[in-house]
């Protein structure tokens, strides 16, 4: 901080100051930025007493106390300096930055990294408030029983004491990493201790610590196309390569062996994303297989593996994994409600006991009064109870779904047939662009998702991915109209 001997006095731009006693905002903050004002223009020069608080307080007719809290906020903010006995003055500060001549183009901002600029490019789509049809991977929230939720909200923050409301158990609240081992291993077969749980905010921030904790630059990986393009985009971000499984609704995944070893595989195999069909068991030990022989890490996301129309679920790879090479990730988002943010992974032993020291880097662990609730949830029966209900409901939406797609859309549209998820692929016929398609749609507040986005290294199919689970079935039917009138207007 510097001071300037005292120069020559200037009288004090009194007139500059001025106060709104009917202002919304505070007399004492209106004083501190007519005195900033008057600083950063200096119309006083550094090292100028300003008046004493009694004497300005009698020329603005403000209480003394007024003029006292303005001041000690300057000082605080290094703008004056008080001295014993003596009034403050202003300090001698930088110029600081100056606005440019309006003739004189800004000087451009330093653009983000390389890796910043790969963050901004990833694709975006996450819907509207309103728009439920037919955003892909939408749960019905209007079906969630969230009375009984925010009862359990309620009383785990009256008695949650200091456990709660910190920032401890950072790989997730004991009570839900119980709850999760058990409901994993009744409802999907997957083998683990609690100790292998980690709590996420989200299947995608799973993907995004994975790819920074097991990938460098140029590696590769290999995965689905079409695949799931949130976990693509944490991939790219990471700098690996991408190398394509191709999957397709006949033939399921060809997996041949891949010209380079992957460091990483990621696969949906309960039901795979966007297409909804589910990986057979001989693909299921042939990946098992490449993967040890490349020794390299699997991610199964289980994308919607709770919802299968015919049969029971699949069980997960997880469960025949000998290796410890098979990470598990799930989340409750079509579980529950997507705005809960709550997703896990479950780790090879080797990876769960270092993980706190990543999770306290990044800060992707979800908060403990959500996680205490929904181990609740889990343990007191409601989510069977919600999810056995869903699945009722879910049934005879998908069939409604396909019941008006079929007579509305038969021309434009065929359905997949697949038996699991909450979503559909619709394949256009020839000739229609299905981003020009979801675009028009938009317009119409109907919220669908391209197919072809699913693809980045072949040729992309033409399609649209369809969620229908939103929807009751006025939704249904008027949203397939807008669609359809949505398709018209590309046809022309």
């Known amino acids: 901080m510097k001071m300037r001997p005292h120069p020559k006095p200037q009288p004090f731009p009194l007139d500059t100051l001025t106060v709104n006693r009917a202002g919304p905002e505070h007399l004492s903050r209106q004083l501190y930025h007519g005195l900033v004002a008057i600083i950063r223009s200096r119309a006083l020069p550094p090292g100028s007493e300003l008046p004493s608080t009694r004497a300005l307080a009698a020329e603005l007719g403000l209480g003394r106390n007024t003029i006292v809290a303005a001041y000690d906020q300057l000082v605080t903010e290094g703008y004056l300096a008080n001295r014993r006995g003596a009034r403050p003055v202003i300090v001698d500060l930088p110029d600081g930055p100056r606005e440019s001549p309006r003739e004189e183009p800004p000087v451009p901002l330093r653009s983000p990294s390389l890796r910043g600029q790969l963050l901004l490019s990833q694709p975006y789509h996450h819907g509207r408030p309103g728009h439920v049809a037919f955003h892909p991977g939408m749960p019905d929230a209007q079906s969630f029983p969230f009375g009984v939720w925010g009862r359990l909200v309620a009383r785990r923050a009256s008695h949650g004491g200091e456990t709660l409301f910190g920032t401890y158990d950072v790989t997730g609240h004991p009570a839900l990493k119980e709850a ?31 790819a920074r904790l097991l990938l460098d630059p140029d590696d590769t990986v290999w995965m689905e196309e079409p695949g799931y393009y949130g976990a693509k985009a944490a991939f790219t971000v990471a700098g690996a390569r991408i190398l394509p499984i191709a999957v397709d609704q006949e033939r399921g995944w060809r997996l041949d062996a891949p010209s380079f070893s992957p460091r990483l595989i990621y696969v949906t195999p309960a039901c795979q994303h966007p297409l909804g069909i589910t990986m057979r068991m001989e693909e299921r030990l042939r990946l098992l297989d490449i993967a040890e022989t490349a020794n390299s890490w699997v991610i199964e996301d289980d994308f919607d593996g709770e919802y299968r129309f015919q049969g029971r679920p699949v069980p997960a790879i997880q469960s025949m994994d000998r290796s410890g090479r098979v ?76 019941d008006i797609v079929a007579e509305r859309l038969r021309d434009e549209i065929t359905l997949s047939p697949a038996e699991a998820g909450i979503q559909v692929v619709g394949y256009l016929k020839e000739g229609i662009d299905d981003i020009q398609v979801s675009q028009a749609a938009a317009k119409r507040a109907i919220n669908v998702s391209p197919l072809s986005k699913y693809f980045q290294n072949t040729a992309p199919t033409q399609g649209l991915v369809l969620g229908y689970a939103a929807c009751d079935a006025a939704q249904t039917r008027e949203g397939v109209e807008r669609l359809a009138q949505a398709i018209g207007e590309v046809l022309g």
């Open 180 to 210: 999760i081992a058990g409901y994993l291993f009744s409802a999907r077969g997957v083998r683990c201790r609690p100790e292998q749980i980690v709590v996420t905010t989200g299947a995608q921030a799973a993907f995004d610590l994975l």
């Open 327 to 402: 990470i598990y990730v799930g989340t409750f988002a079509k579980l529950l409600f997507p705005a809960l943010r709550i997703g896990f992974m479950v780790l090879p032993p080797e990876l769960a006991g270092r993980i706190v020291n990543a999770l306290s880097t990044t800060g992707q662990f979800a908060p403990l009064l959500l996680q205490a609730a929904l181990a609740d949830f889990i343990t007191e029966g409601h989510m069977s109870r919600h999810l056995k209900r869903m699945r009722r409901i879910y049934a005879q939406r998908r069939q409604l779904f396909r």
